[in-house]
């Protein structure tokens, strides 16, 4: 007997229901995670806002780093003011290299904080916070003192004997940063006319979700897919023995190329991506769909 026709695509997975749900929520205040998946691909959009805080960005808890010593390197000057009388100088700023145990790396990268923890004072001290200049080595790195305006208890000189020998260990210190989400209508409309803008993506810890390739291939696929839907009224129907809906599904990503004034990419292995999302963008594997739900719940944690 001839297979069933193929199911209709529901309303509520349409990008335009779901950027309408999406701008209620914004309009609410209410944070918002969307997952889609079609075979064996996902696509998942967060909106958490225009004045979303991060405050913990890996989840993990920084590592204490044993400390051999750090050294005074040569001071700088900075002129605030070029019109200043040249009598008066600039602002001294202290560099200064940290050194590790032998062995111990390092977790830090430029423009990290780092505290030392001094056996000598209770609680945080801000003398002790300071931000990494440059990483030369996985066991050496150059800092500065963050706030210049902490009472100094002593000379350069001193606060280096100071943490040399109260300091056993340094950690990173996490800080907090504002990230400004955007609706899901400008962010499609963002990606049409920039497709690599790298502010609309964030990869996951999948190494596939680092191909640019394979990501435009998925953004364009899920976008024809909606214009497919709408023309036809169904999803894409593939057999061994009728491709016809492949054919169908290029024209459309052909139309789409031609709407935003480029011309269709002819890359093989992106072609290779679509027709995989052809063929299989009407099922809904379990495996598939796990996945997804578990990156959309870690969102929402």
């Known amino acids: 007997p001839p297979p069933p026709p193929p199911p209709r695509r ?128 996985p066991t050496r790195f150059t800092v500065k003192r963050t706030n210049s305006s902490v009472p100094r208890r002593s000379s350069s000189i001193k606060f280096v004997n100071r943490v040399n020998a109260g300091a056993a260990t340094f950690a990173r210190v996490k800080v907090p940063r ?48 909606e214009d497919f839907a709408a023309r036809y009224g169904r999803l894409p129907y593939v057999t061994d023995t009728d491709e016809t809906d492949i054919e169908r599904f290029r024209k459309l990503l052909a139309r789409r190329a031609e709407r935003s004034g480029g011309e269709e990419d002819d890359n093989e292995g992106r072609n290779e991506l679509i027709d995989s999302f052809v063929r299989t963008s009407r099922a809904k594997l379990a495996p598939v769909a796990a996945l997804a739900g578990a990156l959309g719940a870690q969102e929402a944690l």
């Open 10 to 137: 529901s309303r509520s997975s349409s990008a335009s229901s779901c950027s309408d749900l999406e701008e209620g929520h914004r309009r609410r205040c209410v944070p918002f995670v969307s997952v889609e998946t079609a075979g064996v691909f996902v696509r998942t959009f967060c909106d958490f806002g225009p004045t979303f805080e991060v405050v913990d960005e890996d989840g993990e808890s920084p590592r204490d780093t044993p400390l051999d010593r750090i050294e005074m390197l040569t001071t700088t000057t900075t002129e605030e003011n070029e019109d200043e009388d040249a009598n008066e100088g600039g602002e001294e700023e202290e560099i200064f290299a940290v050194r590790c145990i032998e062995d111990e790396r390092h977790e830090v990268s430029r423009g990290d904080l780092v505290r030392f923890h001094l056996g000598d004072d209770d609680g945080e001290d801000d003398e002790a916070l300071c931000e990494v200049l440059n990483v030369q080595s």
């Open 178 to 225: 504002t990230v400004a989400f955007v609706p899901l209508r400008e962010a499609l409309a963002k990606w049409e006319d920039h497709p690599t803008a790298a502010d609309l993506f964030c990869p996951s810890d999948l190494d596939k979700s680092f191909d640019p390739i394979r990501r435009d291939a998925t953004m364009t696929s899920f976008a024809t897919l």
